[in-house]
Each structure stands twice: as structure tokens, then as C-alpha cells.
């Protein structure tokens, strides 16, 4: 499966539907190596995590999302649903 930023915002998206009701930004990239930074801003909060290849790819394959899930949870909880921001 050929990955791109498309279906990475896409299966996120997926899975949080809340970051288009709280306005959420997605900014995805891909690094050399084949990794990918995705990175979340809301106001002036911000978030990048890095995502290994074969953690992206068994994701977007129905797999595991685990990566993927605990950092945009987090930012969903903290800047989203009026929790306290985390030093990020």
C-alpha cells in the first residue's frame, strides 16, 4: 500500500472526528527514511509527533493504531475538551 499525507489525515480524521468539530489543523509530512511528522494546532497549541513507516502503513491497514491514537488523544484531551495543556 502506498502511503501519502492524504490517507494519513484521512484515518485520523477517522478515528477523531472531534478534530473538525473543534477546528483542529493537520499538517502531515513525510521524512526522509520514509517516517512521518503530523503535526496538530489549534489557536496557538501545537503538536508533532513522529510516525515510524511500519507503524503508519499497519495502521491504514485496519492493524494497530496505537502510535497514532495515544498523541492525538492527548492533544485531542488537552486542547480540545478544556483539560490543561501539557508541556509539549
Request: proline residues 2%; charged residues 25%; contains cysteine.
Amino acid at each position: 500500500m502506498a502511503i501519502t499525507k492524504e490517507l494519513i489525515v484521512k484515518k485520523i480524521k477517522e478515528i477523531y472526528p472531534e478534530l473538525g468539530a473543534h477546528s483542529v489543523e493537520l499538517l502531515v509530512s513525510q521524512e526522509e527514511g520514509g517516517g512521518w511528522d503530523v503535526t496538530m494546532k489549534m489557536g496557538e497549541a501545537e503538536l508533532t509527533t513522529h510516525i515510524e513507516k511500519h507503524d503508519a502503513e499497519k495502521c491504514l491497514a485496519g492493524e494497530q493504531c496505537v502510535h497514532m491514537g495515544v498523541q492525538v488523544g492527548r492533544f485531542i484531551e488537552n486542547y480540545c475538551l478544556g483539560g490543561k495543556a501539557c508541556p509539549v
